[in-house]
């Protein structure tokens, strides 16, 4: 596949693929009668999507990619990004521990996250792993914890203020956002300064702008706030002691049609157009980016299991709901996917469209991933797929209704419709699911018995 496919994708080609790996997935009983449910990651579109992250920056000497772990916590798929260059952005330790499980170096990843705990920044800084303070009460303990020989690049999250996006709840660069230390308030400025005259290793400005719904303009406008910041710390400091600059992740994706839009390119230059010495080279860069990498990468498939009719209208009750499609379940305005049909054996369904809501498994009305949605009528033992959903999708599973977790599972396609798969994630057992629920303490609350009378 070229880069061109990935920014102008003929689009039969895309689903011609999806066609061929759902055909075989099902023949091969990855998803149907025993696993109603399943994931599919793109293995050659995640190697195309990480080519064109590194192309985009490749005019910047010293930059490192590192891939948001949260977007896809899968240890076989950082174990891929790693391979192809990438380090990894952790936010606790569950997902520190997958970084290195998956073979990241130390050096290659960065710990954020707001409510670091004493032993979780003495654990980073004993690695070895770059930290970024979110705020100045988290610098304090770094200034008790940190070893005179720690390897660890230390970093603080400013947080620029530069206003919302579209979604609130993706947007972290607004007035009361929870993250960093908040640049506009009164003597915010002057107080990040004084941190870093303060703290000759403290070396790292970051800022994480926004995700979903922010446009590249305010992302980048972000950035250039950071960049002037680091300008000014250093002047005020008479050397260059800020040395890098960590500007998150956040690319929005678009989830309409198989466009890849914005590009990175778009990005690279929406950050020249908002500050032109950011590429330059004077700072080294750190990239955090989940979605944009994974996104389009992915899809679900599930089986109708009933198709029935209420009130006029038509429903497909399927195996995806809010278990694995959480987001789009709980905030559909935000959140849409894009679904399409296919028979029992994996072709695309014919028939004239009817609107159709595609519902889920779980025991909610609300477990709807599309309403009314205009598609060939689905019969019992049809798939549907949810596309672009290989960001996010495979990591806020939701335990509600005790679902299992899907299994994962990765393909390439070749252009003869050859289709290979390799495991990522088993289908979650009915024991794990009873494990996880404490059937290993069954007995203990019969016994719990006050000693004395109340
Ligand atoms: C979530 C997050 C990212 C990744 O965001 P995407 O929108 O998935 O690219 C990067 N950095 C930080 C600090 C984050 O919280």
């Known amino acids: 596949m070229t880069l061109h496919h990935d920014i102008l994708p003929d689009p039969h080609l895309t689903d011609r693929r999806v066609t061929a790996v759902l055909r075989r997935a099902i023949g091969l009983g990855l998803v149907g009668d025993e696993q109603p449910v399943a994931g599919f990651l793109d293995i050659d579109g995640i190697r195309t999507s990480v080519a064109a992250l590194h192309t985009a ?14 977007a896809c916590s899968l240890v076989p798929v950082l174990r891929l990004l790693c391979e192809l260059g990438l380090g990894c952005e952790v936010a606790s330790p569950g997902e520190l521990r997958l970084a290195l499980d998956a073979g990241c170096r ?7 996250s707001p409510a670091k705990t004493r032993a ?22 770094i200034d008790a914890l940190r070893p005179m020989d720690s390897a660890s690049v230390i970093g603080l999250r400013v947080n620029p203020q530069v206003g919302s996006g579209s979604i609130g709840a993706m947007s972290t660069a607004t007035a009361t956002s929870k993250f960093g230390v908040a640049l506009r308030d009164a003597g915010g400025r002057r107080r990040v300064v004084r941190a870093f005259t303060e ?31 680091a300008e000014e710390i250093n002047e005020a400091v008479g050397r260059q002691q800020v040395t890098s600059l ?16 914005p590009t990175y390119e778009d990005y690279t230059r929406a950050l020249g157009a908002a500050q032109p010495d950011l590429l330059g080279g004077r700072y080294a860069l750190v990239t955090e980016f989940g979605r944009s990498l994974l996104a389009k990468n992915g899809f679900i498939a599930a089986r109708v299991e009933y198709a029935k009719e209420a009130g006029g209208r038509r429903i497909a009750v399927t195996h995806a709901g809010a278990q694995t499609a959480t987001r789009t379940v709980l905030m559909p305005g935000a959140w849409p996917l894009r679904i399409e049909a296919f028979d029992a054996q994996g072709d695309p369904k ?38 672009d959903t290989g960001a996010y999708y495979f990591s806020t599973p939701w335990a509600y209704n005790s679902l299992p977790r899907p299994g994962v599972h990765g393909y390439t396609a070749d252009g003869a ?38």
């Open 57 to 70: 920056f490749s005019s910047v000497p010293d930059t490192l990619h590192t891939f948001a772990v949260k």
């Open 106 to 112: 130390p050096e290659r990843i960065v710990l954020d």
């Open 120 to 141: 979780e920044i003495a654990e980073a800084l004993a690695l070895g792993v770059a930290l970024n303070a979110d705020n100045l009460d988290e610098l304090s303990r």
């Open 199 to 229: 703290r000759p290793w403290l070396t790292r400005l970051h800022a994480h702008v926004g995700s979903q719904g922010c446009p590249l303009e305010l992302i980048a406008e972000g950035v250039a706030e950071a960049y002037r910041l």
């Open 246 to 261: 960590d500007i998150g992740g956040g690319l929005p994706v678009n989830f309409a049609d198989d466009a890849t839009r």
């Open 350 to 387: 014919q028939g004239a469209d009817v609107p159709q809501d595609i519902a889920g498994p779980c025991c909610f009305a609300g477990d709807v991933v599309a309403d009314g949605r205009s598609l060939p009528p689905l019969v019992e033992g049809d798939f549907v797929v949810l596309r």
């Open 417 to 454: 419709g050859q289709v290979r798969f390799a495991p990522v994630r088993d289908a979650q057992t009915l024991d794990e699911i009873a494990a996880e629920s404490g059937a290993g303490h069954a007995d203990r609350l019969t016994s719990l018995i006050a000693t004395a009378p109340r």
